[in-house]
């Protein structure tokens, strides 16, 4: 049974740094990326950063020179390291697995919050 992790979310201050991190577990298929999104109150799930197999990577334009996504395949982890925080980027934050097939495997989220 494939589970992924979230930890790290919590609260800090506007223009501060937080970072999170998944745990994926029971992965028995080919990985095609690992990826962070988000949902903030009312809004829809979006991308935040992915990361595929061969590493190449893509961040939403909001995040672009804030947020850093990385991954262990030993480890079967992805982190995001996000800094210079804003109010706007308080949403809960899950973390995704997306197969060669196409399909995808979710964690169960983990909340940041950003205090102005």
């Known amino acids: 049974q494939v589970q992924l992790v979230e930890s790290g979310g919590g609260l800090v201050q506007a223009g501060g740094s937080l970072g999170l991190s998944c745990a994926a577990s029971?992965?028995?298929?080919?990985?095609?990326?690992m990826g962070w999104h988000r949902q903030g109150p009312g809004k829809q799930r979006d991308l935040v950063a992915e990361?595929?197999?061969?590493?190449?990577?893509y961040y939403a334009d909001s995040v672009k020179g804030r947020f850093t996504i990385s991954r262990d395949d030993a480890k079967n982890t992805v982190d995001l390291q996000m800094t210079s925080l804003k109010p706007e980027d308080a949403a809960v934050y899950y973390c995704?697995?997306?197969?060669?097939?196409?399909?995808?495997?979710w964690g169960k989220g983990t909340l940041v919050t950003v205090s102005s």
């Open positions: 995704d697995i997306h197969t060669a097939l196409g399909g995808d495997y």
């Open positions: 990361i595929t197999t061969g590493g190449s990577t």
């Open positions: 029971g992965i028995r298929f080919s990985v095609k990326s």
